[in-house]
Nanobody, 121 residues
Framework: QVQLVESGGGLVQAGGSLRLSCAAS????????MAWYRQAPGNQRELVAE???????IYIDSVKGRFTISRDNAKNTVYLQMSSLKLEDVAVYYC???????????????WGQGTQVTVSS
């Protein structure tokens, strides 16, 4: 049993900053890659940023230079620091993690419930 609990969403002014957090809890063997996705109204869900267990990162072009993904392996937590927020960043943000429940079973993807990020002009 695994839970991904997100926090940090809310409303900010354009140009402002926000930091999202997501902690994995429960019983599992290992947390591999962790990522943030988002889904805006009328759009499909898209990958925003991903970080591997050894710290390698990828970002979609629209957030490069503004967002930073990081993780604390001791806490099984992933963060998304968002700066210079734009109206285009408004979406529900979902935490995702590739988790191996047991040493003898394959890892699979888990999802958080999502947290709303709203940017006002």
């Amino acid at each position: 049993q695994v839970q991904l609990v997100e926090s940090g969403g809310g409303l900010v002014q354009a140009g402002g900053s926000l930091r999202l957090s997501c902690a994995a809890s429960g019983s599992f063997h290992k947390v591999n890659a962790m990522a943030w996705y988002r889904q805006a109204p009328g759009n499909q869900r898209e990958l925003v940023a991903e970080i591997s267990s050894d710290g390698n990162t990828i970002y979609i072009d629209s957030v490069k230079g503004r967002f930073t993904i990081s993780r604390d392996n001791a806490k099984n937590t992933v963060y998304l620091q968002m700066s210079s927020l734009k109206l285009e960043d408004v979406a529900v943000y979902y935490c995702s993690a590739d988790i191996k429940l047991h040493s003898y079973t394959p890892a699979y993807q888990h999802w958080g419930q999502g947290t709303q990020v709203t940017v006002s002009s």
